[in-house]
């Protein structure tokens, strides 16, 4: 056994001397990985031993700690110095590989998420895969564009000059990601990273293992792996990473990690994106078409990965009268989409795993909430499926409305006056999206102008997340930063401003001795006043 | 200062009053922008006076570097604020038919700035344009360490601008520990890199973004000039940029200059020369140089010349005067680079000449070093200019002069890496202030069918079409005239 171990922490070793981007020991990361798919680096008398090594593989697991991490990083801030990363050639290369890859495994990834979440195949294929490959051929064709130093005027007191805004990449930057959209909201940000021109590294979430294996294989093969690199792992490896020096770290996930990690950027000054989620609130007024209304919220809450969706309908007000025309119609449109057993629909991805079906369960059996449902809330721990499920007034302090519910349940609140939904948006935290169904004008207005959220979206929802013009981001408690298209692009690199100067042009005004003329030219050169510079320097000025 | 309670109090009348959406309205941003160029013209001397007895700044100075940029920063805002506020439309992908969206900006709520001493008025209203120009509620911590300015401030802002949304708060670090813990939209801060790390600290409990306008060590790179008047120019702006601008107490001050060593003596003679003609024989009668701000500081900047190595490299100047805070301009030609003076911030009248073999080593040299604020390079090599903007990272890089850069409104002024977070300046400061809610807006009229479940392969087809701008592909797919892709169906 002991000789066993120094041969295999010696293959270990080996494995860790490689080139940066060969994390083949990622592989061990995987949870419930008994059967271990092993890399190839291990020797495979290794497989019938697996139950006595299993503390050595725990060994393992902490060997990506911040020694290891700091390395990481020294390398691939060496290989961003080289000045490769910067040019537009590698920039495209690396774009065209991510859609090459993208394209040529489908089915693996479509499988991956499959594995990880019961995807189905077309949330996977239209939520993900597409949304992924929109961004890469924006990027594609925008990227020369984007790349172009922007020039701008400069005023009179500095003629002649000339000055320009240049974009350059911040250099190595962390991306940590997400389990509901493995695939989308890990990759998506690091396209906006190598499209800027940054080194980076992608922690893809230890709650999806399929689709970080698969993102970990991938992009070894497909992309410079000595200046783009995946590191697979969960608490631990994520810690070892928030230790270094980042020139940016780009977040998706909750609060709690998110402060976490702004802590953990404050020691260096790190400049943080954080795309956490928050209660999306969805208004419906009492004049919409409310079948159409009513399929488009389905399609944003439990045809979008099941309510598992920072950007998913969280909770409904409506107004009191319109509430049991509207549970109706829910009840019905469900029954189309899903059919009349919530369990047989393969159409609804499932829980993510049994913490999160507890919790969601704990969420409707409290005491004040359970008797407020009226639809659903049939469970299946084994499936880790939960009916959809809708509350009907369930008390404002409860748990259900107090955290982000991200899971199938839908409580729905009523007012006297629809307006009146404004007021109680407003007294929570500010959310990622809120969501308005009217059709009346001025509702529309006020509710842009009275409600503050990261985005809005009016009739529909979710939609406005494939808008490429649009920025993506929260602000308070629902994030910082903003990203997609050419926001990604800004997101990953500083504006650097450039200013020309010749030596020609000089005046003595500027500089020392200082005397009351000075003064009054300066005065009227700063307001731009042309026949006050030339009274002054007459000396003929008034005051 | 008041007690917490006090203090929440405050604030909570401030956030209840945002809430009423008065300071979103136009109206009340131009008439706060206008109250404020009133301020600033009315007070003109007071602000002269304040200057003075914080800083000594003569009031040329004083007016170009600090009522002069804020005048223009005010009419820039007032000018462009209709255009700035108004919302810009996106394209929309072909599933969403009938739609619109737009960016539209909105303020963030209660903001704080935090500012600096060195220009005590510059730099604690020229964020505040941005603030209340985008619609925020604020409060304004001015430095303790110019307590004429903060006085000053304290007791005109209320009577020039809404006191219910925007407020001055003095104090020192005390004041400043309490303000930190309260929940912000935003916290803008002008300062060092150490309280930088501070702010930022506090400011992740409650999720709130930061900009930081913090310092670093700018670099000049001074390519030996082959016109004698160029050199002639050149030397004088950097004295500017260096003495003549608070004393080099600036944080886009040139910090240390970098030359060919074959260059150096011609150059330390021209300095010499030139300090004497802006200065005088006498400095410290010259009223053209403002003093140290304080003792700390003062003996702060004493301790770095008393460095045995660094005071054998003075090559000119080096005379203090304690009592009256004056610190004579002083050039030292290669101190040692492990020295305190080559390694922190000097914020003062001193100037390193560090030589290199070859000006194009400039690059190294300054890439081994924290990224700083402004990086300047004296030089009409159109190579040597690429190099420096593609090789070195900086906030600005700024060719042939310096400081300059912070008049022009086009450009972003702030760090990167240890020299700050965030931007500012012209539409920036409306945008560091602002935050751009995106609005997707649908008419209930069209909806294609294959958006909702259940799932099969049609509409996986459609949608791949419809997301990718295929309006044709939509079509042929709808008269079943383009046949499936690759089915495989893990369902």
Not at chain 1, 431 to 436: D, E, N, Q, R, S
Not at chain 1, 517 to 543: C, M, P, T, Y
Not at chain 2, 78 to 91: G, H, R
Not at chain 2, 431 to 451: I, N, P
Request: proline share 5%; net charge neutral; aromatic share 8%.
């Amino acid at each position: 056994m002991a000789t066993l171990s120094v041969v295999m922490l010696s293959n270990w070793s080996n494995c860790c001397n490689r080139p940066s981007g060969d994390y083949k020991f990622r592989q061990a990361y995987r949870r419930n990985n008994l059967h271990l798919r092993q890399s190839s680096h291990l020797s495979s008398s290794f497989h019938c031993l697996c139950a006595t090594t299993l503390p050595v593989l725990e060994e393992q697991k902490r060997t990506f700690d911040a020694e290891r991490a700091a390395s990481l990083v020294k390398d691939l801030r060496n290989n961003f110095r080289s000045g490769r990363t910067k040019s537009y050639e590698w920039r495209v290369a690396q774009l065209q590989s991510i859609l090459r890859m993208i394209d040529e495994n489908e089915k693996m990834i479509i499988e991956a998420l499959y594995e990880d979440l019961g995807k189905p195949e077309l949330e996977s294929f239209t939520a993900e895969i597409t949304m992924l490959k929109s961004s890469s051929k924006e990027a594609l064709e925008q990227l020369k564009r984007w790349m172009t130093p922007e020039k701008v005027k400069t005023s009179i007191s500095l003629y002649p000059s000339s000055a320009e805004i240049v974009s350059e990449p911040l250099g190595v930057v962390l991306v940590i990601s997400t389990w509901n959209f493995p695939f989308l909201l890990s990759l998506d940000p690091v396209i906006g990273a190598v499209a800027a021109g940054n080194a980076v590294v992608l922690k893809p979430s230890e709650l999806a293992p399929a689709t970080s294996s698969v993102l970990a294989k991938l992009l070894e093969k497909y992309v410079d792996r000595s200046a783009i690199t995946v590191v697979e792992g969960a608490v631990a490896e994520t810690s070892a990473l928030l230790e270094q020096k980042w020139d940016k770290i780009f977040f998706t996930g909750g609060g709690r990690v998110g402060r976490i990690v702004l802590t953990a950027a404050a020691k260096h000054l790190t400049p943080v994106v954080l795309e956490l989620g928050g209660k999306c609130p969805a208004v419906v007024d009492s004049n919409v078409n409310i079948e159409v209304a009513v399929r488009r919220i389905i399609a944003g809450k439990w045809a979008c990965n099941n309510g598992q969706a920072c950007i998913g309908v969280d909770y409904i007000i409506t107004t009191k009268d319109f509430a049991p025309k509207l549970i109706d119609a829910l009840r019905n449109g469900l029954e189309e989409f899903f059919g009349k057993d919530p369990f047989e629909s393969k159409d609804r991805s499932r829980i993510v795993n049994s913490f999160h079906f507890k919790r969601l369960v704990g969420l409707m059996d409290e005491d004040k909430v359970s008797d407020k449902i009226v639809l659903g809330a049939q469970r299946d721990e084994s499936q880790l499926q939960i009916a959809p499920t809708i509350l009907l007034n369930v008390p404002e302090d409860s748990l259900i409305m107090q955290e982000e519910i991200f899971g199938p349940l839908l409580p729905i609140l009523t007012v006297d006056n629809v307006e009146d939904s404004f007021e109680m948006i407003n007294e929570k935290s500010k959310p990622l999206v809120a969501y308005l169904f009217s059709d009346d004008e001025q509702l529309k207005k006020k509710f842009v102008q009275n409600v503050s959220s990261g985005g809005m979206a009016i009739n529909d929802t979710v939609i406005q997340v494939s808008v490429s013009g649009l920025p993506f981001g929260g602000v308070g408690e629902s994030g910082m930063g903003l990203y997609h298209g050419k926001f990604s692009f800004e997101t990953f690199s500083h504006k650097k401003a450039v200013l020309y100067r010749s030596f020609a042009g000089d005046s003595s005004l500027r500089y020392p001795p200082y005397t009351p003329e000075k003064q009054k030219l300066f005065k009227a050169v700063i307001s731009g006043n042309i026949f006050g510079i030339i009274l002054a320097l007459l000396g003929w000025s008034r005051d | 200062m008041e007690t917490i309670s006090d203090l929440e109090k405050q604030l909570g009348g401030m956030r209840e009053f945002y809430l009423k959406g008065k300071t979103k309205e136009a109206s009340w941003r131009i008439a706060q922008l206008k109250g404020l160029r009133n301020f600033l013209r009315e007070k003109e001397e007071d602000i002269f006076e304040a200057l003075k007895k914080d800083l000594r700044k003569h009031p040329v100075e004083a007016y170009r570097d600090e009522l002069g940029i804020l005048i223009k920063s005010l009419n820039l805002a007032l000018n462009d604020l209709k255009k700035w506020m108004s919302s810009k439309t996106a394209k929309l992908p072909i599933i969403a038919l009938l739609s619109s969206a737009e960016i539209i900006p909105e303020p963030l709520g209660l903001v704080l700035i935090i500012s600096s001493w060195n220009f005590p008025l510059g730099l604690s209203l020229d964020p505040l344009i941005g603030a209340i120009a985008a619609g925020n509620a604020v409060v304004l911590k001015p430095s303790e360490l110019a307590p004429a300015c903060a006085a000053l401030l304290a007791a005109n802002i209320p009577n020039y601008l809404d006191s219910k949304a925007v407020k001055v708060i003095q104090g020192g670090p005390a004041v400043g520990e309490q303000l930190l813990q309260q929940k912000w939209d935003k916290i803008f801060f002008t300062g060092s890199t150490r309280v930088g790390r501070i702010i930022m600290l506090a400011a992740t409990k409650h999720l709130t973004p930061v900009t930081l306008e913090l310092g670093g060590k700018c670099p000049l790179v001074l390519d030996s000039l082959s016109w004698s008047l160029d050199k002639e120019v050149a030397v004088n702006r950097i004295l500017f940029a260096k003495f003549g601008c608070c004393a080099g107490q600036a944080c886009i001050a040139i910090d240390y200059l970098l030359a060919e060593k074959q260059f150096s003596s011609t150059l330390v003679n021209l300095l010499k020369a030139m300090v004497k003609k802006m200065f005088g024989e006498n400095p410290k009668e010259s009223c053209s140089i403002s003093r140290i701000v304080n003792k700390d500081n003062f003996l702060r900047l004493k301790k770095l010349l008393d460095d045995p190595l660094v005071k054998a490299s003075i090559v000119h100047g080096g005379q203090m005067d304690e009592d009256n805070l004056f610190i004579e301009p002083t050039i030292l030609l290669d101190p040692p680079l492990e020295s305190e003076l080559m390694t922190e911030e000097i914020f003062g009248p001193l100037l390193p000449i560090i030589t290199l073999e070859k000006i194009e080593d400039s690059i190294d040299f300054i890439n081994s070093r924290p990224k700083p604020l402004a990086l300047y390079a004296f030089t009409k090599n159109k190579t040597l200019q690429r190099r420096m903007i593609t090789e070195t990272s900086s906030g600005s890089v700024i060719f042939n002069d310096a400081i300059i850069q912070f008049a022009v409104d086009t450009l972003p002024f702030g760090g990167i890496g240890e020299s700050g977070i965030g931007k500012y300046h012209g539409k920036f400061s409306f945008d560091t202030f602002s935050h751009y809610k995106s609005v997707a807006r649908r008419s209930f009229l069209t909806d294609f069918w294959f958006r909702f479940p259940p799932w099969n392969n049609s509409k996986l087809l459609l949608l791949d079409s419809a997301y990718n701008y295929d309006y044709f592909g939509v079509v042929l797919v709808i008269l079943g005239l383009k046949r499936s892709r690759k089915g495989f169906n893990i369902n």
